[in-house]
């Protein structure tokens, strides 16, 4: 099984980007989905986007399509997230989680990483 482990976020103005990263400990993202879940205070946790394993396809919340952009590096095992174009309202904690290919469900989570957008 592996451990998502979040680095990268921190403080943007508004129209600024930030990138966060995702990398598997104690094993790799091979044949395993990532995506990029996120929560603001006094919401529920959403999703963002997704890269999946199989034929890389991504997907991407309506909310961040056109401004974010996943990508992957398998040489670094390593899941990226590209925020462009940031809104106060995309301040969240970023929170990575993985799956099997498989499977439905994600069944292994990061820690979080925080993502602050000032206007």
């Known amino acids: 099984q592996v451990q998502p482990v979040e680095s990268g976020g921190g403080s943007a103005q508004a129209g600024g980007s930030l990138t966060v990263s995702c990398t598997a400990s104690?094993?790799?993202?091979?044949?395993?989905?990532v995506g990029w879940f996120r929560q603001a205070p006094g919401k529920e946790r959403e999703f963002v986007s997704a890269?999946?394993?199989?034929?890389?396809?991504?997907n991407y919340a309506d909310s961040v399509k056109g401004r974010f952009a996943i990508s992957g590096d398998n040489a670094k095992n390593t899941v990226y997230l590209q925020m462009n174009n940031l809104k106060p309202e995309d301040t969240a904690v970023y929170y990575c989680?993985?799956?099997?290919?498989?499977?439905?469900?994600?069944?292994?989570w990061g820690q979080g990483t925080q993502v602050t957008v000032s206007s």
């Open positions: 890269i999946y394993w199989i034929g890389g396809r991504t």
């Open positions: 104690g094993g790799t993202f091979s044949h395993y989905d």
């Open positions: 989680a993985a799956r099997n290919t498989y499977r439905v469900t994600w069944d292994y």
